[in-house]
């Protein structure tokens, strides 16, 4: 089974409104990552948070990691239609070398 | 740096063929991985591996073949391939011996099995 998995599976917005997607994971981990993928491309990595951190921004971006729950959550600031995308995250298990991705949160910006 | 190329793009095949998906890398990786990518699955891990002569099985290792002969290229094999396995392919490329760091993706490969 996937150890992420974001929530909600698909989120519309009007643009210029923040966008906030969550992720929850089972076990425990060295670091989360998010990845965005644009319609049939490849992913692209947008911000890591490692197991020992609680917050970290990037730019319009802002990732928080509550290890005791098992989430994080990405925040996209001001929204831009070139936000419309899939959102992954992606979970770097303490225990092995795997990196599982959830299934992802499609995101929506509405003109 | 041409980054993560993959090779070929698009693919058809009839069940049973069997085929070999090219990865390379030209960034010294010595991480690199498979995933396979389904509507509404997000991304499977198939197989992985940390360095040369040594891979390990992912989440979705079935029907799939891989051997890291050098450390910029990473061959996925279907032996036999089945309608099941139509997909959208990608191959990743990470820094350390390990995934602690950023992953770098390939275009990918969409694979029609018929």
């Known amino acids: 089974s996937q150890q992420g998995e974001e929530d909600p599976q698909a989120l519309s917005i009007q643009e210029g409104e923040n966008a906030t997607m969550n992720c929850s994971y089972k076990?425990?981990?060295?670091?989360l990552q998010w990845y965005r993928q644009n319609s049939g491309r490849g992913l692209v990595h947008l911000i890591l948070?490692?197991?020992?951190?609680r917050e970290k921004h990037s730019g319009r971006l802002r990732v928080t990691l509550d290890t005791s729950k098992k989430s994080s959550s990405l925040l996209i600031t001001a929204s831009r239609a070139a936000d419309t995308a899939s959102y992954f995250c992606a979970t770097d298990a303490d225990r092995d070398d795997k990196i599982i991705f959830g299934k992802g949160t499609r995101l929506h910006i509405l003109p | 740096n041409a980054g993560v190329t993959q090779t070929p793009k698009f693919q058809v095949l009839k069940t049973g063929q069997s085929m070999t998906l090219q990865c390379a890398q030209d960034m010294n990786h010595e991480y690199m991985s498979w995933y396979r990518q389904d509507p509404g699955m997000g991304l499977r891990l198939i197989h992985y591996?940390?360095?040369?002569?040594?891979?390990d099985q992912g989440e979705v290792p079935n029907g799939y073949n891989v051997s890291r002969s050098t450390t910029e290229d990473f061959p996925l094999r279907l032996l036999s391939a089945a309608p099941s396995q139509t997909s959208v392919y990608f191959c990743a490329s990470s820094s350390l011996a390990g995934p602690q760091e950023t992953q770098y993706f390939g275009p990918g490969t969409r694979l029609l099995v018929l």
């Open positions: 591996s940390v360095g040369a002569g040594i891979t």
């Open positions: 076990t425990s981990i060295n670091n």
């Open positions: 948070i490692r197991s020992n951190e």
